[in-house]
RNA sequence: GGAGAGUUGGCAGAGUGGUCGAAUGCGGCAGUCUUGAAAACUGUUGACGGGUUAAACCGUCCGGGGGUUCGAAUCCCUCACUCUCCGCCA
């Protein structure tokens, strides 16, 4: 959520950055409901400070054993008039809340305009694909072998954009894993996390994926009835998550830290799910885009002014990973157009995928600067002013693992159809150096 | 699943209808003392919204939502969560 003050004083401004994004705001209604909101908010707390003293002027007489029936008479239509301004009051801030959870964060002003992937713009390539003398395959054809990866039947079981590791591709998943776990932890100074799969409503708006969202979840229906609305108001639904950036990053929501609790660079793997509402008919073949996945995320809770350069280097961590596996890939810049709801600035890392002939996304690192701190209340007390300032919220993946599976595979096989393991993860798989020989 | 007890400021913890946004302690901040530090002592210290050059001032907030009342941290309803005991269970 963006500051309400920012909004209100610098309208033209806020419309103009939104506009990098091709998002459009109705200044003219927002204008309006704050001159509403201004005048209702004054009336009701002008009636609200009339009870009071009167209120108070009751308990005084009454303490002074003298007749109170006077005061009573005098309050008597107070009540009334106070839930109508009330009311009045509700229905312009439930207004003005839904316009403002629904407007995404400003732009950075390195972001550059554009309208979607075909604007973003590269910032460095790293390593060279690889020649072969061969014809290369994809990775569904490279999982053929021994039913490693299996598509079919994981449709039987649960249905379309599922799958079925096997044997050697399910270790060598395992094993991507643990050394992205590893290095992050070990060489990038973070702690690992294990976190629950299962939401609350709070959490998913606190990163920004409610209200606007929903269509992109799994939400869960339990064995009782569901449209309690008590439950509702209690924030009682769940929803599977989408990616682990949102039960670690909302670790923080209605905190106070202390300033020298921050940076928190936490690390997590976790299973995701999306619903991929909206996506029918892209990548429907092969492990490129599943309702179910599994990702190393890579979180960063960081006071204001370091979140730029922990934006680059979460960036550098997980390129890190994709250097140590000897990946070739290339870093871009989203622009306005494809960039997330929350972010102020992403880079996209994508992995080179020679079955595909192209370069595909297999990491999104975003500064989400104050925005999803706002929408938490997570902040820290400010080591200069004493007050509880916002902190700024990082996420990133290190990396989408089912991605990254798919990167070796293509990257590693061999003219047998075999594929060599990367050294790095060779001691995760127990000193193999081949998969799929036969 | 059943029974009971709880949920209050950064933390701990009082407070059962009327100057209670809330005692007290810890922590934080400032000061006294000290070469310096610690200890001790003194003072100060909630968040959010509105308002002001700055203040003053006004409003809201005692787990969430609803209700009773002139007035609610306090009474009622409801939901969630935590703890203890019982049952079940990986």
Redesign the pocket.
């Known amino acids: 959520m963006l500051d309400?003050?920012l909004v209100?004083n610098e309208l033209e401004f806020v419309a103009e950055r939104q506009r990098i994004r091709n998002v459009e705001i109705d200044q003219t209604r927002l204008s309006e409901l704050e001159t509403q909101r201004?005048a209702a908010?004054?009336r009701?707390?002008?009636l609200?400070?009339t009870?009071?003293?009167?209120?108070?002027a009751?308990?005084?007489a009454?303490?002074k054993g003298e007749d109170?029936q006077p005061?009573?008479d005098e309050?008597?239509q107070?009540?009334g008039q106070?839930k109508e301004a009330e009311t009045e009051l509700n229905s312009v801030q439930e207004e003005l809340s839904s316009i403002m959870l629904s407007m995404p964060n400003l732009a950075h002003e390195s972001v550059p305009p554009g309208k979607d992937e075909e604007d973003n713009i590269e910032v460095r390539k790293v390593g060279e694909p690889r020649a072969y003398d061969f014809d290369v395959k994809d990775h569904i054809d490279l999982g053929e072998r021994n039913a490693a990866l299996d598509f079919e039947t994981a449709s039987k079981i649960t249905g379309s954009r599922f799958a079925i590791m096997h044997g050697e591709m399910a270790q060598l998943h395992r094993a991507l894993v643990q050394f992205m776990l590893d290095t992050h932890t070990l060489e990038h100074g973070y702690t690992e996390v294990n976190v629950p799969h299962i939401v609350n409503r709070d959490s998913l708006k606190g990163t920004g994926q409610l209200p606007k969202f929903e269509e992109d979840l799994f939400k869960l229906v339990a064995g009782e009835d569901v449209s309690?609305k008590?439950?509702q108001?209690?924030?009682?639904d769940y929803y599977l998550i989408p990616t682990a950036e949102v039960p670690v990053t909302n670790i923080v929501r209605d905190?106070?830290s202390s300033s020298d609790e921050l940076p928190i660079k936490l690390t997590c793997h976790s299973v995701c799910f999306r619903s991929e509402a909206g996506s029918y008919g892209r990548d429907t073949r092969g492990l490129i885009r599943q309702h179910q996945f599994e990702k190393v995320e890579m979180v960063q809770i960081v006071t204001p002014d370091q979140s730029w350069q922990a934006l680059e280097d979460m960036t550098s961590h997980a390129e890190n990973i994709l250097k140590k596996l000897d990946l070739p890939y290339r870093v871009v810049i989203l622009c306005g157009g494809d960039i997330g709801f929350s972010a102020a600035k992403t880079y996209d890392i994508e992995v080179w995928l020679p079955g595909q002939d192209a370069y595909r996304e297999i990491s999104s690192v975003s500064n989400c600067t104050d925005f999803q701190a706002r929408r938490m209340q997570a902040?820290f007390?400010s080591e200069a002013s004493?007050?509880?300032?916002l902190v700024h919220t990082l996420n990133g993946s290190g990396l989408a693992v089912g991605r990254t599976l798919i990167a070796v595979l293509e990257n590693y096989q061999q003219a047998d159809g075999s594929v060599a393991v990367p050294d790095v993860l060779v001691p995760y798989m127990r000193g193999k150096q081949t998969i799929l020989t036969s």
């Not at 009870?51 to 108070?56: E, P, V």
Request: aromatic residues 0%; proline residues 2%; charged residues 40%.
């Open positions: 309400q003050k209100r201004k908010q004054k009701s707390e002008d609200q400070a009870r009071n003293s009167r209120s108070k009751i308990g005084q009454k303490g109170v005061l009573l309050v008597a107070l009540g106070l309690d008590a439950k108001e209690a924030n009682k905190s106070i902040r007390r004493g007050k509880p300032e």
